[in-house]
């Protein structure tokens, strides 16, 4: 059954301490979302990828950093420069080509991963 | 700028129909607006999208305006699994900035 997993469901982080959360997608998809959720929002993009080995910011890339080594996967770590780590992190996949900018195409989201400082 | 914005909330009955109205200001002709559906701690799922008129599929319509200044996500007789926060999502791919902007969300509340 095809989707994307985001992994842990649950992470907690320490003051000054990176953390990478992990998304993994069977979809077979091109382009790669991250996406952060704050309470009672919506979600602000952070980065994104069309294709392996390449990325763009979205509005809200300071403190993040993004790879794409593998279509499969698109790991995001958050690192100590990000002051107000404390969200609910979504991951999204979609298509690209058929006719129109892969930014165009549904997005497949998984079920996040929810951040907190302790 | 590109923003895109929505009510926070409305309330409805089983069996009727719901509209949620969404306002982007600076939207291009081939920009396309997209509508997700979210459940508390769940990712968002896909709903419908289109870039103008009025697009169809089992289980909502959309509308969009000449001005395509805004659009509306139309929800038709629903139930109370349809208790969920609506959101929509507009790609401006061509104007304001080359951004992909979700809307706040609007929260629907169905009740028997």
């Known amino acids: 059954d095809g989707g994307i997993t985001q992994s842990p469901k649950y992470l907690f982080r320490k003051e000054g301490q990176n953390v990478t959360l992990s998304c993994e997608q069977n979809l077979n998809h091109d382009a790669m979302y991250w996406y952060r959720q704050d309470p009672g929002q919506g979600l602000r993009l952070i980065y994104y990828s069309q294709i392996v080995n390449d990325f763009q910011k979205g509005d809200i890339a300071e403190g993040y950093s993004v790879s794409r080594e593998k279509k499969e996967s698109f790991p995001l770590t958050v690192t100590s420069a990000q002051k107000n780590p404390t969200a609910f992190y979504l991951c999204a996949s979609s298509t690209s080509g058929q006719g129109r900018p892969f930014r165009n195409q549904p997005q497949h989201f998984g079920d996040g991963t929810r951040l907190s400082i302790l | 700028l590109a923003k895109t914005t929505q009510p926070i909330s409305m309330d409805s009955y089983e069996g009727q129909e719901v509209n949620i109205t969404c306002s982007h200001n600076n939207i291009a002709t081939n920009d396309y607006i997209t509508w997700y559906q979210q459940f508390p701690s769940q990712g968002p799922r896909f709903i419908i999208q289109?870039?103008?008129t009025k697009v169809t599929n089992e289980v909502a319509s959309l509308f969009i305006p000449a001005d395509r200044k805004s659009s509306t996500l139309s929800l038709p007789r629903v139930s109370l699994s349809d208790t969920a926060v609506y959101y929509c999502?507009?790609?401006?791919?061509?104007?304001?900035?080359?951004?992909?902007?979700f809307g706040g969300g609007t929260r629907v509340l169905v009740k028997p």
């Open positions: 999502l507009v790609d401006f791919l061509k104007a304001a900035g080359n951004k992909l902007t």
């Open positions: 289109g870039y103008k």
